[in-house]
T-cell receptor, first 113, second 110 residues
Framework: AQSVTQLGSHVSVSEGALVLLRCNYS??????LFWYVQYPNQGLQLLLK??????LVKGINGFEAEFKKSETSFHLTKPSAHMSDAAEYFC???????????FGTGTSLTVIP | NAGVTQTPKFRILKIGQSMTLQCTQD?????MYWYRQDPGMGLKLIYY???????DKGEVPNGYNVSRSTTEDFPLRLELAAPSQTSVYFC?????????FGPGTRLLVL
């Protein structure tokens, strides 16, 4: 069975500060890992994905995430927050050979001017 | 390409009514998915399909039905709407490991 835990349902940062959104997963087999962003009243957009290549993955809008197998984590970071980063962020996991995706409960990011 | 489109955008149903949420993709993807999103709960998989004529249950299939007669279309059917089905519904298609989401349908059951 697979599951995803996102620590912190709400995170607030000042504009220009570091963004750190936490994601831990459980999987009995090597996983694919994803971060999605959702702006108000829109669908989810893929930010970045880990598919067993480089453990440090770079995505769109300056975000990156590092896969740490020993910690079963895939935390999302951005060095400097921008007002446009305010959104809901979801971590997701699937198996290499699986058909299903499992999502975390989401983290709402607020950026304070 | 329009990507994944969903209709309607918003609907109010009375308890016991039925409706079909439409989902169409123009990317020729074999895999398609239906999720529901409830506040604080993330996305839960309702049904998915690996190709035309093949569907399978996800985590929360009760109260829903799907069909997949073509590669492009993956409608979700609610036969007897219940207040517990008030949610935002997202359809997605998939190529390899990446999913592409539609804009969602907001459903209110009263």
């Amino acid at each position: 069975a697979q599951s995803v835990t996102q620590l912190g349902s709400h995170v607030s940062v000042s504009e220009g500060a570091l963004v750190l959104l936490r994601c831990n997963y459980s999987s009995s087999v090597p996983p694919y890992l994803f971060w999605y962003v959702q702006y108000p009243n829109q669908g989810l957009q893929l930010l970045l994905k880990y598919t067993s290549a480089a453990t440090l993955v770079k995505g769109i809008n300056g975000f990156e995430a590092e896969f740490k197998k020993s910690e079963t984590s895939f935390h999302l970071t951005k060095p400097s927050a921008h007002m446009s980063d305010a959104a809901e962020y979801f971590c997701a996991v699937s198996e290499f050979t699986g058909n299903q995706f499992y999502f975390g409960t989401g983290t709402s990011l607020t950026v304070i001017p | 390409n329009a990507g994944v489109t969903q209709t309607p955008k918003f609907r109010i149903l009375k308890i016991g009514q039925s409706m079909t949420l439409q989902c169409t993709q123009d990317m020729n993807h074999n895999y398609m998915y239906w999720y529901r999103q409830d506040p604080g709960m993330g996305l839960k998989l309702i049904y998915y399909s690996v190709g035309a004529g093949i569907t399978d249950k996800g985590e929360v299939p009760n109260g829903y039905n799907v069909s997949r007669s073509t590669t492009e279309d993956f409608p979700l059917r609610l036969e007897l709407a219940a207040p517990s089905q008030t949610s935002v519904y997202f359809c997605a298609s998939r190529l390899q490991e990446t999913q592409y989401f539609g804009p969602g349908t907001r459903l209110l059951v009263l």
